[in-house]
Structure formats: C-alpha cells, structure tokens
C-alpha cells in the first residue's frame, strides 16, 4: 500500500458542486501539504499544516478549505467548484525532524475536471 | 522570498546522448535545493538535494546536480539518457516554514 493515499484519483463535475479530496498518510509525518498541478505552472501550494491545531494558507488558497481530522487525514475542499480549478492536485507529507532539508513524499495525485 | 526558474519547458535527447536540466533559484538566505521526477500518471519522487554537505549532489538513476552559488544555479545531468528517463522533472527550493517552491518542469523526452 502506498505511503501516502489520496481519493479520488479522477473525478469529474460540474460548476457549482461541492468537491472533497481526502488525503491520508502512514509514515508519521506531522507535516502535510496540498499542491495543485497546471500544466507549465509547476506546483502551487494551496495550503498546509504542521500539526492537527495548525492550518496555514499557501500561495493560491482562495476557493479552497482544508480540514485535518487527524496527524494521519487531511482534506482538500472546494465548496463551489469552477472550471479553472481544473488541475491535478497533490497530497504531500514531510518529517519536520529534517527541519528545511526535509524532502516531500506525494501522494498519485487526484485529477479533478469540472465542467 | 524564494523562486525557481527552470529553462526550457520540453527537452528533448537522443537516447546515449548527455542529458542537461537547467534551474536557477533566487534565496535571500542559502538555499536547500531539490531535483524531482514525475513519471507517467504518477505523483512526484525525489532525485536528489543539495543541503550544504558537497556541492556535487548525485541522486538515483545516475543523474547529479552541480550547486554554484555564484551562478544560482542547480542543474541536473546524467551523461547518458535512457528512455526509462522520460518525465516531467521539477527543481524546487526550500522556502519559510520548510515549504517547497517549484519551477514550472521541463518535460523531458527521450528518442531511440
């Protein structure tokens, strides 16, 4: 099984929907992020969170919510979906034992299209 | 503030032939560095960081990566391609907080 799991992998809908993408994590990490992928833009972060009481906006947070449940759970959420929010999106963990050097560990991804 | 710019958004090398990613950073203090590779359909893995111990960094697969900081530079090479070595590769650096700042990726292709 993989160390970080995201669902769904592939969803389609439509303007307007609610959507959720849930993220969780076996490796023990306290240090979660979610990333959006746009062809030639590289990854953006959307936001992140260094423990269960800490949630931090990243470079392109507007129109999303995020949510961890647990050190293990963290939710990507777009409360009224768009179009332009169509992209691959990424779960990442790190150790904050490695301080700055720490590396990232992504999830598959989870592609989202809305019509 | 910290960014990446990656130059060259696809590459292309005949396979055997030398392999060159470019990727200069901006820091205002020094830098961890960091080559990813994004496979087919998959998430991102890492290749290799520098983090101040040597500035010649090699990571998996045979690629290594030069640091030179009077060029804010962290390139990528590996002396001979392989089409197991085509991918979407992604330099990135460390910013505040332990965040990771991305460049925009360079595809690169591989030919027989």
């Known amino acids: 099984d993989a160390d970080v799991t995201q669902t769904p992998r592939n969803r389609i809908t439509k303007t307007g929907k609610r959507i959720m993408l849930e993220c969780s994590q076996t490796k023990g990490h306290d240090r979660m992020y979610w990333y959006r992928q746009d062809p030639g833009l590289g990854l953006r972060l959307i936001y992140y969170?260094?423990?269960?009481?800490?949630?931090n906006k990243g470079e392109i947070s507007d129109g999303y919510s995020v949510s961890r449940q647990a050190q293990a759970k963290f939710s990507l959420s777009l409360e009224s979906a768009i179009p332009n929010q169509t992209a691959l999106y990424f779960c990442?963990?790190?150790?904050?034992?490695?301080?700055?050097?720490?590396?990232?560990?992504f999830g598959e991804g989870s592609r989202l299209t809305v019509l | 503030a910290q960014s990446v710019t990656q130059l060259g958004s696809h590459v292309s090398v005949s396979e055997g032939a030398l392999v060159l990613l470019r990727c200069n950073y901006s820091s205002s203090v020094p830098p961890y560095l960091f080559w990813y590779v994004q496979y087919p359909n998959q998430g991102l893995q890492l290749l290799l960081k520098?983090?101040?111990?040597?500035?010649l960094v090699k990571g998996i697969n045979g690629f290594e990566a030069e640091f030179k900081k009077s060029e804010t530079s962290f390139h990528l090479t590996k002396p001979s391609a392989h089409m197991s070595d085509a991918a979407e590769y992604f330099c990135a650096v460390s910013g505040s907080g332990g965040k990771l700042i991305f460049g925009q990726g360079t595809e690169l292709s591989v030919k027989p």
């Open positions: 520098y983090t101040s111990a040597a500035t």
């Open positions: 969170s260094f423990d269960v009481k800490d949630i």
């Open positions: 990442a963990t790190s150790d904050p034992g490695q301080g700055f050097s720490g590396e990232l560990f």
